[in-house]
């Protein structure tokens, strides 16, 4: 539930902030839109078909993964091989690479917005949408997912991560 709610949250007040940055050109409501396509897609739908049928917890009876997407994946997609779970952050559009982008990009458009089209609301998003990026890197993954995950010895976030160790 909160790696999924941060993620949820995450993504809507990235699209939010895009699109109270941009605004006041015609651009926004477009980019603002493609950005919550783009991120809800990747996440929510891509995942559960390419990356949660190789994982372990595709295979385990009654689990659940941190995510809960292996019960999703289950009933929509063909078992995958645990051999290509770490492919997952390989290559230029791997599934880690388009999940870091959903997470990056609200950041990197709100600072040009906030600079062009400053409102203390555009100010209080962005610290928003930050400050879920740290809890999900500092605290979700290290304390709370990927230190207890089944995958981790597989996974390229839990090498990344130095949770193997522990």
Do not use: D
């Given at each position: 539930m909160i790696y999924n709610g941060v993620t949820v949250l995450h993504f809507l007040l990235g699209g939010i902030?895009?699109?109270l940055g941009y605004g006041f050109s015609w651009i926004g409501y477009?980019?603002?839109f493609v950005y919550l396509a783009f991120s809800f897609l990747q996440m929510y739908l891509i995942m559960p078909f390419a990356v949660c049928p190789n994982c372990v917890y595709y295979g385990i009876k009654n689990s659940?993964?941190?995510s809960g997407f292996n019960m999703i994946?289950?009933?929509l997609a063909k078992e995958g091989n645990l051999k290509d779970f770490s492919k997952r952050g390989k290559g230029l559009f791997s599934h880690n690479k388009l999940y870091m982008a959903a997470l990056f990009v609200p950041i990197i458009?709100?600072?040009p917005a906030l600079i062009l089209n400053f409102s203390f609301l555009l100010l209080g998003i962005?610290?928003?949408?930050t400050?879920?990026?740290l809890f999900r890197f500092l605290v979700i993954f290290p304390k709370i997912v990927c230190v207890h995950c089944?995958?981790?010895?597989e996974c390229p976030n839990a090498e990344r991560t130095g949770v193997r160790n522990m």
């Open positions: 902030g895009i699109i477009p980019l603002g659940i993964c941190p994946s289950r009933k458009a709100m600072i962005l610290l928003g949408v400050g879920l990026l089944k995958a981790k010895y």
